[in-house]
């Protein structure tokens, strides 16, 4: 607010200025979708902002949950914002017994959402229902006693208060073949090196830096192809990685292709590596470095 403190100033900064004010906080992607956002409203939108929740939503990294958010609490618009906690509150109060996180369920919670919004003050209202959920109506250990809506709670009165919400199972995390190409060069002074490229701005690792890597999404129930794709002699590996939903067998091999400079990547030392490597190259680098060196 201080270095921005308008939207037209925010569309006038320089990526990198926004991008060097955000540096530790994670989720780069919410400060280019922030400046995305304020160059929408400054050039097309002559500095006005959205009106309406629907409005706020078509700007970039902005979703329901959030459009809701603003558009009530700062314009007054009578949106329910249903984030997780609003959802077992609802899902407890009209005893839902629909899956929450699926089309029906989650249309009755809407639907109920709507109905307890108090339009005179929408944004209070949300807050409220937000806090309810967060501070009395826990996930686990409800304090009933002390709920304020407690008479009308239908959970409550039917004994399901801890079947609620429903949520369909969890799927199986998907099964992720990786294989990293380590391209490998020595350098000018005489060290090792290794190819290094950027992230694309979206999907797995986005923005971190990473060797080029293919990664094939198994066929669900597939096991691991043994020896069709490991037993190569260039190979080091499998490591396996989880990620939220993902489950990932890596593998690298020393590449024989040249490195490819279109791809804006970078040369660096063997031993000094990359700040800003996926977790799973971190955790095998001593490994990989003393493969590295047997090549
Ligand atoms: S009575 Fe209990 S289950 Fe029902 S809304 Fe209140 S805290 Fe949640």
């Avoid at 501070?135 to 609620?164: F, H, I, K, M």
């Amino acid at each position: 607010m201080a270095a921005f403190p308008t939207v037209q100033d925010l569309a006038a900064a320089d990526t990198d200025a926004v991008m060097a004010l955000w540096k530790g906080l994670g989720y780069y992607s919410r400060a280019r979708n922030l400046h995305k956002a304020a160059h929408i409203i400054a050039e097309e939108r002559a500095g006005k902002l959205p009106q309406n929740a629907t409005d706020w939503a078509s700007l970039p990294g902005i979703g329901p949950y959030t459009a809701a958010a603003i558009s009530s609490i700062c314009f007054d618009e009578a949106v329910p914002v249903v984030d997780g906690n609003v959802q077992r509150v609802v899902s407890r109060l009209f005893d839902i017994e629909d899956a929450v996180d699926r089309k029906k369920g989650k249309a009755a919670v809407d639907t109920a959402c709507q109905a307890l919004i108090d339009t005179r003050n929408p944004g209070k209202s949300n807050q409220a229902w937000m806090e309810l959920g967060a501070l009395v109506c826990a996930p686990r250990s409800p304090r009933c006693g002390e709920c304020p809506v407690a008479e009308g709670c239908l959970a409550r009165q039917r004994g399901t208060v801890l079947d609620r919400p429903v949520k369909q199972p969890k799927k199986a995390p998907q099964a992720v073949d990786v294989v990293f190409s380590v391209h490998l060069r020595t350098g000018p002074s005489g060290d090792q090196q290794w190819w290094v490229e950027r992230r694309p701005e979206s999907g797995i690792w986005s923005q971190l830096e990473s060797f080029p890597c293919t990664m094939d999404m198994r066929a669900p129930g597939a096991e691991e192809v043994k020896g069709a794709v490991p037993d190569r002699p260039k190979r080091f590996g499998p490591v396996a990685h989880i990620l939220t939903h993902r489950k990932m067998t890596a593998w690298f091999e020393v590449a024989t292709d040249p490195a490819r400079p279109s791809n804006g990547g970078r040369w660096v030392d063997c031993m000094e590596g990359t700040a800003n490597w996926p977790r799973l190259i971190d955790k095998v680098l001593p490994e990989l470095r003393g493969w590295i060196g047997k090549k």
